[in-house]
């Protein structure tokens, strides 16, 4: 994790994320960065962490929009979201592209859960399945976590994506 003046900027498995960082940081006026610190967290202590969190703990570095799409994730419920859904959530209804591509780019996954928003054809398999399971024993209390089901992409890989959506939403 790399923290900016005790703010969070980013979560990343390696040190990729801090040469963008960086250059964020050079382009803003000296006096205004007194502290870059780095540190190792366990996933346990990041899921813990998260649940701490307000809006004003981060300090990102992106463009207006991108932060924007940021602050919109973070302020959703825990359940998923088509990124048709989650466009229109943005006020961006026609910019589903755009606004995937900002969600791509959150520096801070996990903590910003983005996680939580899918394909909308992954979304109406949930709901197919869903419907077919009312009959059944199950009710499809959590038949959307098949592994059938594609989540779509996420920085630390679509297998981890999965099991976040399990860990959070199979309760």
Known sequence: MVRVDGRIASVAPDWRRLPGIASAIASLPESSVREIRTERLTTGELMALGSTLTWEDFRLFGTKFQVSVWKTIFGLENRLYSYTEFASLCGNPKGVRSVAHAVGLNPVALLIPCHRIIPKESMDRVA????????????????????????????????????????????
């Not at 059944?136 to 999965?162: C, H, M, N, Q, W």
């Open 128 to 171: 197919e399945i869903r419907r077919g399971a009312e009959s059944t024993l199950f009710r499809g209390s959590d038949l959307y976590l098949l592994d059938t089901i594609d989540v779509g992409e996420y920085a630390f890989g679509p297998a981890l994506k999965r099991d976040l959506i399990k860990l959070e939403l199979g309760k």
